[in-house]
């Protein structure tokens, strides 16, 4: 294991400086906060899964019970969408463009509304050592596109499409002609997140980047402080330019290491394996 042993405050520290490394401390924003988690941490692709111990530091109870992880990148992450995936006023637009060579080369094509869809399928094919190279994963701009890259893609592959409850008439209509299976979200991909991971395990996520200031501060809004915690976490992850796409890794990844996938995508991987 790589890294180096460091004392702050009589606590331990080990650095964990590659995927995989474990460590005393979590690195968080580029910082050790021993002082907020207590517990061993492994980096994941987004920055770094914080293995929780049951203890902090100073000895306060830790926000998620032992042995949940929790996602944390570092600040550079927190404020940008994941790399390799674009963002900004063309997202919808250029992220179908990116992805759309990888599509017309695949033999699986796995057809989302939007780049926060593609992230979190694509950590889910990541952890099952799905290559995208033979299933890409092509977000297509918002369900009235669906049926027309369904169209143009389906001959020679297998298409397989996710999409969100209150689009799905909409995108039926484009794929039921082409026999094109359909996977529904019960509201949609966030939700199912959300519901799957928990509210608690959510809620240390966003400490552990850094926003609980601005997550406080919306719940204190008054179309908000009476409105269920599940809502609120559902508002403020799909709120901002790049924070949907952001805590759609996270999401994913923790509910793939807690083994909480929700049942869409687990139906998804099931067209995939079929």
Known sequence: MSGTNDETGGFRIRRADRAGDLG??????????????????TRSRSGAVVFWSGKSSQGTK??????????AMTD??????????????????????????????AHTVVLVEGVSDQIAVEALLAAHDIAVDHVAVLPTGGAHGMGRY??????????????????????????????????????DLEDELIRSVGTDLVIATIEANGDARA???????????????????????????????????????????HDVVPPPLTDLLGHLDG
């Open 150 to 187: 369904a169209a143009a893609l389906a001959t020679g592959r297998r298409l397989v499409a996710l999409c969100d409850a209150r689009e799905a008439p909409i995108v039926r209509r484009g794929l039921d002609p082409l026999g094109v299976p359909l996977v529904v979200c019960d509201r």
């Open 215 to 257: 997550f406080r501060t919306m719940q204190r809004q008054a179309s908000w402080v009476d409105r269920p915690v599940h809502e609120q976490l559902r508002r403020f992850l799909g709120a901002g330019a790049t924070r949907k796409s952001r805590y759609a890794t996270l999401l994913a990844e923790l509910a793939i290491s």
């Open 24 to 41: 005393w401390a979590v690195m968080a924003h580029g910082e050790v906060c021993h002082e907020q988690f207590g517990g061993d941490v």
């Open 62 to 71: 830790s926000p998620t019970r032992p042995g949940h992880r929790v996602g």
């Open 76 to 105: 550079r992450a927190r404020r940008s969408t994941p790399d390799g995936y674009v963002s900004g006023p063309a997202a919808a637009t250029e992220a179908t463009a990116v992805a759309l060579p990888r599509a017309e080369q």
